[in-house]
């Protein structure tokens, strides 16, 4: 096997070596670690696409994967058939941005480029890829559009759902698919696009991505402000919707508690308040356009608000240096969680309107059943996606028998507060193998049987990263088949 | 079968009177007529899935119908089945907008309620749904959401894929599928909305949708701009895109030979230049804030493409008087082309940044193999959306032996100069009866055969608008069942 993958990739394309493969088969913050028979970076779709075709000959699974940046450990490769450890794909070596089209607004890229290459090329024809994360500096494309990867841009520019205008698959059984013809309009037929974004790499390998690039927005103003409750917030992303609704960047909404821990564990931040309101507003607003009046629009915008007593206080930055302090510590949350102690962080959608009743839910749960915790809300609001945490101390964490099981105890109560909502676990991280239970437990029975159906369809035989968002073995499959004979047993009449 | 179905809809749910349900059989162009045994308007949800379950049970096929508005004849009951005429399935009565949530900017609605009236209940809570076209007063939104509309908005806001949050759909089987929740992110498996948008009723029926609204634009601006040829436009388009790009609601570039054709047979016109220049592009710039200077805006971009020779000539609205008389002229090519003769309409998509070449070969094509015909130009020109037409006097037309055949002579060639730029044939008007041989001629086989398989999946008996989008007779079936036999075989080494 090793001799036939080295015949397509080349002795640079393999890794065989258990040291040396170590940090592809191992979660980036060393929660799992998996093992595979060898780490294939093919150059071209072309060698991916042999590969592909000689582990369908051959029965082995194949384990895609990106950055290694992910939260839900669905680039670890762990084999559910014995004698069959499996090839971890990277697609590292396909770096190249293939070309840019600016009048059509269109970068078409391999799926290895990084992230922040991407903003670097866009940038130099004076656009923007608006999809910006933590990890931008490592994470790959592929894996990005494989986890329909969100960030703080959504509320403007939507997910990476809504960036990729084409892609390039190869399918499980070695054929690929492509429209990266990036066609805006384009009504014939079935759109089969979708089904790979978010499919967390189990219905075909993506290698290449036509995806939309934005005009710059060089105009920005930035503001803080105090309100007295989450109500308070949504009548606030109301209004400034009215009135600049295609301007906002970002619409986030910190409680104090978490904004406490960034005072308490990161050096040289500036919070423009004191104490720390009890609920923060921190808005960015954008335009291409230099004469468009950004911080005047706010101010309208929030002094209207404070006249009618919704709001308490509010700062709008004075210059780009206060504006970076802002957001400074905006990002200085998840640092400071780490060094505070155990956090459970949840990554909840629900509609916007939902977000204010939903957080009073949540922390009555919290109350009543994990009283150890100080509860802490870090939401961007304009997507209804609230990354509720609860926050341990060590001491108490290290007192628990089976500290796994109480975070999945903790896990599904505020996942179920969530649900009567109708609303998601799992708004921007994904399944990989970490949620697949809460999927099958929480996912509506209908829609799962259906992708039960597409996972059969495209990938009848399970080698397309097993384990991860549907479970290995194929327990997908024989609920499938068995509908899809009723469904076939259903119409007597027709011939 | 008809009392049976009297059952579930009531008296005021059904037609089976041949005189009565001419109508609902024939195409609103009068172009094709078909027939059925009854016309069904269920009330509600559950009515539509009784009505599917007993269709699925008899064997009867199903002709879903909107505000018959479409352009491909996708709404022509014609049945494959011999004594099986089938049921045309109305949703004219499921008209109620079922919800309005302002700050998740969600509008829930039933399926047959008129896009007009979308609009005004938009309009009320301060918000639009920016979905324009011409049948906007009896197209309703099931039928707009099968055939993915288009219309002017699409360089701002996308086609209606990307207005859809969530959708309510009847599964061939009489199941509801429902993702109403219209999460903004949900990254919990895969994406099976988008299989029901743009698929013209063939693998279920839409019964509700939750749709986008967007914020409101009442500050405008609009110019006619006289262009040299395509590439300049294209330029200016780049231009525009840098200074202001999300402030874009319309680029259209309209050739000589079309304009002419509007003064020439529509009274009480008014064209800012004469002559009318060879291309003109007509520009609408918008924005939620009344600050924002667009015309300042359209003065500096056009100033300086002016100055550097781009550009001939340019008019700028300076009342919302003069903005309506610049669109009137374009609102009113459809009416002057059915005056003037007998005109081809293709429905082109092609990259914004081919759309000078693509002219210039259609150009040739038409000049070499049908002299007979004068060529328009109607282009969206920011979607790469290129409505080229031939002319032909009715005198000629009439002289020729097989017009149908001529037609799809010229049909043939210009959509194959599109291909030749991996541009699409069906933009924004569906594929419906009267393109199925194109897409069968056209589409990557890989994309069709995996097509087939999708519709043999979700409807394996056929019964969903057969002989639309797909041919009758589940031709599609046997060629994806027989893939999906050479797939099962296909990897002896997996258990």
Known sequence: MLDRLRAIVGEKGLVADPVEMAPWVTDFRGRRRGSALAVVAPASTAEVAAMVTLCAATGQPIFPLGGNTGLCCGAVPESDRPGKPGIVLSLRRMNRIRAIDQAAGIATVDAGVVLGDLHAAAAAVRRQFPLHLGSEGSAQLGGLISTNAGGTGVVRYGPMRDLVAGLEVVLPDGRVL??????????????????????EGTLGVITAAALRLHAQTPNTAHAWVSVADPEAAIALLTALQDRAGSTIQAFELVSASQFELVRRHIERIRIPFSPIPAWSVLIELGSEDASTALNTILEETLGAF?????????????????????????????????????????????????????????????????PQAVTQVVCHLGDGNVHYILMFQRSF???????????????????????????????????????????????????????????????????????????????????????????MAAAPGSR
Chains 1, 2 share one sequence.
């Open 178 to 199: 492509s429209d990266l013809a990036a066609l805006r309009k384009d009504n014939t037929g079935y759109m089969l696009r979708h089904l790979f974004i978010g499919a």
């Open 306 to 370: 404070l006249a009618r007593d919704h709001l308490k206080d509010a700062v709008i930055a004075t210059s780009e240096q206060q504006a970076a302090e802002f957001w400074h510590v905006r990002h200085s949350v998840t640092e400071a969680n780490v060094k505070e102690g155990i956090g459970i962080v949840h990554d909840i959608a629900i509609r916007t309107s939902d977000v204010a009743a939903f957080i009073v839910a949540a922390d009555k749960i919290a109350a009543e059943r994990f």
């Open 397 to 487: 964490w290290e007192s628990l028998k089976d500290p796994e099981a109480f975070a999945l105890e903790v896990e599904r109560a505020i996942h179920d507060a969530a649900a009567t909502y109708a609303g998601t676990f799992s708004a921007e991280h994904g399944v990989g193998r970490k949620l697949i239970a809460e999927l099958q437990r929480l996912a509506d029975p209908l829609r799962y049987e259906l992708m039960g159906q597409i996972k059969t369809l495209f990938d009848p035989h399970g080698l397309m990263n097993p384990g991860v968002l549907l479970p290995a073995g194929r327990a997908w499959h024989a609920a499938s088949s068995s509908t899809a004979a009723r469904a």
